[in-house]
């Protein structure tokens, strides 16, 4: 399997210019609350905790932020409300499009389309949500943007699990086939500061509980398992 920047970027990331890059996924929204993908949901109460001290992080930054970018969805905007930067919003960071599947909970999807939900554990990477898209479908539609950081200095985006996945497997030249289960926890600033020296990677665990979205890989990805074995992996939600 090629490294990502191959497939993502057509130049190597630019070292010279040393920078940070702050990256967050939304705060938990009510959508996460209840298991369901995708949406538009607004942030929980605990969302907008996560808001408030995530402002407060960016703005108290001995080097701050000049710009953060959001998606075109809700809960990324309200994410970003206490940030005082210039703010931008782009639609290549929205989240991953579930197309007839979105709003639904893994456990809708097993039970209505048991077909559709083994085929995407069988190849999460490639597979595409019906009217949707695939995870090689966001690394295509972010690559111009990713060739556009290279100017920017220290920004600050607020984005989604599976957006987020496919840029940090860019930055740090990782690997396609761990791709669509690199780990994005909630209320996680995750510090990327690019030098000639590489790109190192911090996280930082702001303590405002959330639900964790992280479906693992189940052991039976066959087509002909139960509804139990499909979801095996299914994480906690109300
Ligand atoms: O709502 C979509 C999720 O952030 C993507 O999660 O690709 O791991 O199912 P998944």
């Known amino acids: ?18 920078r940070t890059i702050y990256l967050s996924r ?15 949901a607004d942030l929980s109460s605990r969302g907008e905790q996560y808001a408030r001290a995530l402002g407060y992080y960016i703005n108290t930054l001995p080097q701050p932020c000049h710009k ?3 998606s075109r969805l809700h809960r990324t905007q309200q994410t970003a409300q206490y940030v005082q ?8 960071i929205d989240e991953i499009n579930s197309g007839e599947h979105d709003n639904m909970t ?56 599976a957006t987020l996945r496919c840029m940090l497997t860019c ?24 030098s000639d020296a590489g790109v190192s990677m911090e996280y930082h665990r702001i303590p405002v509980e959330c639900v964790d979205t992280f479906r693992p890989k189940p052991e039976n990805c066959e087509i002909s398992r139960n509804l139990a074995a499909a979801c095996q992996t299914v994480p906690f939600h109300l």
Not at 150 to 157: A, P, S
């Open 171 to 194: 930055l740090l030249e990782g690997n396609l086939a761990e791709l669509p289960y690199l780990k994005i926890p909630l209320h996680t600033i995750i510090k990327l500061t690019i």
């Open 85 to 92: 930067a210039q703010k931008e919003i782009r639609h290549e």
């Open 106 to 161: 893994y456990e809708d999807i097993a039970a209505n389309f048991p077909v559709e939900f083994a085929l995407r554990d069988r190849d999460k990477l490639n597979y595409r949500y019906p009217k949707g898209e695939s995870y090689m479908d966001v690394v295509k539609r972010l690559k111009p943007m990713m060739a556009e950081l290279e100017l920017e200095d220290n920004i600050l985006i607020i984005s989604h699990q």
């Open 26 to 40: 939304h705060g938990e929204s009510e959508n996460n609350l209840f298991g369901r993908i995708g949406g538009d």
């Open 68 to 70: 953060v970018i959001t």
């Open 1 to 18: 399997m090629p490294p990502c920047s191959s497939e993502l970027l057509d130049n190597p990331i630019n070292r010279d210019k040393v």
